[in-house]
């Protein structure tokens, strides 16, 4: 796993992705602390770490567009799959290259915290480190359904586009379950939905039932990834 971990690092920072990802979250975290907090005169946090959610949605699935499908797409996935390699291992090293990368962009909010507090004297350090686990937590979970779609094509264009849609549905789907007058119907609904269990954290709510859902579904779709490569090995 080390070894494809490294692989992959060095993959993200020779090519621009890395770097543009990089860039647009600073930025664009930024802007809102700045045009928030500062301008706003008010340490809570809670505004940028939710509107962060829709750039998420898009700046993730380009940067796991390219972690499988790239692999299909120059035949180089042939190698790792012919190699006596578990394939568990390669999938978490490529997940980990990945989530390193999004942490780095989340690295931004500390010296956030850091002016604040500097600034005001106290925080609601509550609010901030269930806004924190609920970045890791959603950030990490999308990595997940990013790595899965790339495995299903060679095409990285396609990857990031069928990503953004398949997250975007998870998204809409709490806005759609307002409107169900049906009430086991919008339950089942809201259950699947990312953005309400998201939300609850940038309140400062650390709910174990959807700490336990973010994991399950990092799980879900990482073991998915790895029953792609298992398919694909079996079938050459």
Known sequence: ????????????????????????????????????????ATTDLTYIFSAVFTLMMIMLPLLTMRLMSEEKKQKTDQCLLTAPVNLAEIVMGKFF???????????????????????????EWPIVIGNMCALLLLGASFISIG???????????????????????????????????????RN???????YNRYYEFTNGIINIPSVVFF???????????????????WGE
């Open 215 to 233: 994991i399950s579904a990092i799980f879900i779709f990482n073991f998915l990834t790895v029953r792609v490569l298992e398919k694909r090995r």
């Open 97 to 123: 290259a990945a989530l390193c990368v999004f942490l780095i962009g989340m690295a931004i909010y500390i010296p956030y915290v850091l002016v604040l507090f500097k600034l005001s004297g106290s925080i």
């Open 1 to 40: 796993m080390g070894a494809i971990f490294k692989r992959e690092m060095k993959a993200y920072f020779t090519s621009p992705i890395a770097y543009i990802f990089i860039a647009v979250f600073y930025v664009y975290t930024g802007i809102n602390f700045v045009g928030t907090n500062i301008y706003g």
């Open 147 to 185: 790595m899965f779609v790339s495995s299903l094509t060679e095409n990285q264009i396609v990857s990031a586009i069928a990503s953004f849609i398949f997250i975007m549905l998870l998204y809409m789907i709490d806005v759609l379950a307002s409107s169900i007058t049906v009430e086991w119907i």
């Open 188 to 194: 089942a609904m809201v259950s699947i939905g990312f």
